[in-house]
């Protein structure tokens, strides 16, 4: 896999084929079953000796809320902070969980 750096987003499709940007967990991606594939990967990764293991991952794009709403609008929608750190908490937890599951810690590597 050529794969080093993930970039986490989620949006909801419409039935006429348009989309808007959703919650990291809500949405039409399943987050769970891609954060999954990335720690076990990771896991792959670092019992074949590989020194690339490690995969980056973080969310792309926010949710705008609370104070986020009172500041002016970004010429980058979707990156206004409080969003995207409610993001990287989502998917900091799910790692969490997920590798607990797997009995890995959260760095996909096993315990």
């Avoid at 039935?15 to 769970?32: I, K, N, P, Q, R």
């Amino acid at each position: 896999s050529r794969f080093h750096v993930f970039h986490l987003r989620s949006t909801q499709r419409n039935a006429d084929g348009s989309f808007y940007e959703a919650s990291h967990l809500g949405g039409s991606v399943d987050m769970y079953a891609v954060v999954k594939e990335i720690l076990l990967e990771m896991k792959r990764r670092k019992e074949s000796g590989r020194p690339d293991w490690q995969l980056a991952f973080r969310p792309d794009h926010g949710l705008t809320m609370l104070d986020d709403l009172k500041k002016p609008a970004l010429k980058t929608p979707g990156y206004h902070c409080i969003g995207r750190m409610r993001g990287l908490s989502e998917i900091r937890g799910l790692q969490l969980g997920i590798a607990r599951s797997l009995s890995l810690d959260s760095t996909g590597e096993g315990k």
